[in-house]
């Protein structure tokens, strides 16, 4: 039931066809994230481990190195190629877990632009 503003005037919002699209779309985009938010949880996750991994080879290295120090060539270049890869495994996972924790019920701005629609739509019901 339409409510009275405060100036005595009624409030009543109809949605055109355009606005019923973008609405479905933006309910469908919601849906979408929250099936693949677990596959990006276990990207990032994979990726921290993998990260985690390429860290503890590369402190193999070091030790090696350090116990034989002939293969310096060698080591210097396995760190040299492993270090970044460990900083972008570590950082993207990272990055990715922060992301899905800080949007993981999905965006609040598009579920509350939802939620003020359902109940409009409701209250016209």
Partial sequence: MPELGSLGIIHVMK???????????????QQ???????VGLLVALASIGAGFYIYEVLVRVT????QQPGDI???????????????VLQG????????????????????????????LQSDDA
């Fill in 92 to 119: 993207g996972g990272f990055g990715l877990l922060i992301y899905l924790s800080t949007v993981w019920n999905g965006k609040p701005e598009a579920r509350l632009l939802l939620r003020l629609i359902e109940e």
């Fill in 15 to 29: 949605l055109s066809d355009t606005d019923n699209k973008l609405v479905a779309r933006l309910k469908k985009r």
């Fill in 32 to 38: 979408q994230f929250i099936r693949w938010r677990w």
């Fill in 63 to 66: 030790v090696h190195f350090i």
């Fill in 73 to 87: 060539g060698d080591a210097l270049l396995g760190i040299g190629y492993l270090f970044p890869v460990l900083l």
